[in-house]
């Protein structure tokens, strides 16, 4: 069997991955939180221990070269491997719990949910456990009414002391219109006239902070359609209804549309949600934070990884928090 050679490491193939998706040092620097230096010096030694270029150094942004896109194939399908053994190795002790009762943004139905379940009720032997979905201002209610144990969910400022928060995600709001209509990086908005701007649904939070911020920008749309359902809202801009605003994790939960849905950077002042673990302040276990973890890891692998090979011009404003 042929050694690996010694210059070829778990953190360099890491870094090299981030690098692939940046086509940046100082952005691959910032997204592991190492120096610019220490990210060109890895660079070198994996490509010196390999004997082949991997990136094309002297274009803006660096592009991979024949070999390089060969071998992130490999790399990313190992790293994928060796991730999903770390975590099925990182057993929670849910041993001393006799109940379990969480709830999950609808977002995450479709990938993350299913899994999460499945690794926690691998680690509930004597425990009665619930999982419910739901949109965030219905499933916070149901925590301050202690229905619920742990919630994950869009956060608010109302949270703010509240509950313990965990962070988990940042997910910055994009531009989705039909594809194939064009649009004119001077002036957005004009190339959008003659479609309807399709609301989200003004009770639930995602729709609530939307309409705040076009407030601020005394955008005054007219109130044609008002859609509740992701799903839905996504179906009529497949179709060439009209165009809305959203962010990466709901367009990654449409994934039947999205053949037929272009995103866009938001063509007005950047804005987020934050998706995080919350539980009631007198719960002082280490459970919410262990959950919190294995959530930080299923996000990287699926929706983190999705949105920057689709949308690589989010760069760092999607990403894992905490």
């Known amino acids: 069997m042929r050694a690996v050679s010694k210059g070829i490491s778990l953190k360099g193939i890491a870094m090299f991955e981030v690098l692939a998706q940046t086509g940046s040092i100082a952005q691959t620097a910032r997204r592991i939180g190492q120096s610019q230096p220490a990210v060109s010096q890895q660079l070198q030694k994996l490509e010196a221990s390999l004997g082949v270029r991997l990136v094309n150094h002297d274009t803006r942004p660096m592009t991979l070269t024949a070999a390089g896109r060969g071998f992130l194939a490999r790399a990313q399908e190992s790293l994928r491997q ?45 425990c009665a456990f619930k999982q419910v979905s739901g949109p965030s201002h219905e499933m916070a209610r149901k925590l301050d009414e202690r229905q619920l144990d742990i919630l994950i969910a869009a956060a608010t400022d109302d949270n703010a002391g509240r509950w313990r928060e965990f ?100 063509p007005i002042p950047k804005f987020a949600r934050r998706i995080s673990l919350f539980t009631r302040a007198a719960w002082a276990d280490k459970v919410p934070g262990d959950i919190a973890d294995m959530m930080r890891g299923l996000l990287r692998e699926t929706v983190i990884k999705e949105g920057m090979e689709k949308m690589p011009w989010l760069q760092d404003s999607y990403r894992v928090l905490g």
Request: charged share 20%; hydrophobic share 40%.
């Open 167 to 266: 962070r988990l995600l940042r997910d910055p709001f994009i531009l989705a219109l039909p594809q194939g209509v064009a649009l004119d990086p001077d002036a957005p908005f004009d190339s959008l006239r003659g479609l309807p701007f399709l609301r989200q649904d003004r009770e639930t939070l995602i729709g609530r902070q939307i309409e705040a911020q076009l407030a601020r920008m005394k955008f005054d749309l007219p109130n044609r359609f008002e859609i509740g359902p992701i799903q839905s809202l996504m179906g009529l801009v497949a179709n060439g209804s009209g165009w809305t605003i959203t962010t990466p994790l709901s367009y990654h939960r449409a994934q039947r549309f999205q053949a037929r849905i272009a995103v866009h950077p938001l």
């Open 82 to 126: 060796l991730r999903l053994a770390q975590t099925e190795l990182e057993q929670l002790d849910l041993s001393h719990l006799t109940s379990l009762r969480i709830g999950v943004i609808e977002d995450f139905d479709s990938e993350i949910t299913p899994t999460l379940v499945t690794r926690l009720s691998q680690n509930l032997s004597n």
